[in-house]
């Protein structure tokens, strides 16, 4: 179900002094991204690196990343990211250092194989309802992805929580929930109708209420 990562991504950084809204602000100018590095009970390391090379970790699709600290190669993952509530850019990363036989919590991408008999032969539509799930597993067992095989699911079909099962990991979803179905037609169009209207109704309160200023 599950692949391990080949390779990993090398964070390149540099330290930074000066801390503080301003000199975070300065850097941010700059298009950098100011971010800290923890590991367990240790000091916390102020680090600062280029938006574009955050991007290129997160298109890498690996979840632990190698970063060197006081000249000794270690592990790291990203814990939170903060952005800007309006432009959505990164303002902050919090990198978390990790030992590759510690238990750890991480969220890993699902991806889906197949082509399911309920959509080429029994004329279903593919939901893929859920696309991350948090596992629980050793920092070594860590995948780039959960790949779920739905080639043998037919019209009506779900993949549930409770269906997610791998030797290595502790699948942290709740049992009922839906991963993904194959849904007939129907109720798809059902389903976006009911939308629709919704839509409509919250259009309607607006209007009413900048009538009513």
């Known amino acids: 179900m599950a692949q391990k990562a080949r390779k990993r991504f090398e964070i390149q950084y540099e330290t930074r002094e000066e801390l503080g809204k301003g000199a975070t602000k300065i850097l941010r100018a700059e298009g950098l991204i100011p971010a800290v590095f923890y590991s367990g009970g240790g000091l916390a390391v102020h680090i600062k690196f280029p938006l574009s090379h955050y991007r290129e970790m997160v298109k890498s699709g690996e979840k632990i990343f190698n970063i060197t600290v006081d000249g000794e190669q270690r592990r790291a993952m990203v814990k939170a990211v903060q952005y800007h509530p309006l432009t959505d850019k990164v303002r902050h990363v919090d990198l978390q250092g990790v030992r590759l036989r510690d238990i750890i919590e991480i969220p890993v991408p699902i991806i889906l194989n197949g082509l399911p008999i309920g959509v080429k032969v029994e004329g279903g539509l593919l939901q893929h309802i859920i696309h991350e799930v948090t596992i629980s597993c050793k920092g070594e067992d860590v995948p780039d992805f959960i ?36 849904a007939h037609p129907q109720k798809m169009e059902e389903a976006a109708s009911d939308e629709d209207e919704d839509e409509d109704e919250v259009e309607e309160e607006q209007e009413q209420e900048e009538n009513s200023d």
Do not use: M, N, P
């Not at 739905?150 to 979803?173: A, C």
């Open 147 to 182: 790949e779920l095989d739905v080639s043998g699911l037919h019209l009506g079909d779900t993949i549930h929580g409770k269906d997610l099962e791998d030797d290595r990991f502790t699948f942290l979803i709740a049992d009922d929930a839906s991963v993904v179905t194959v």
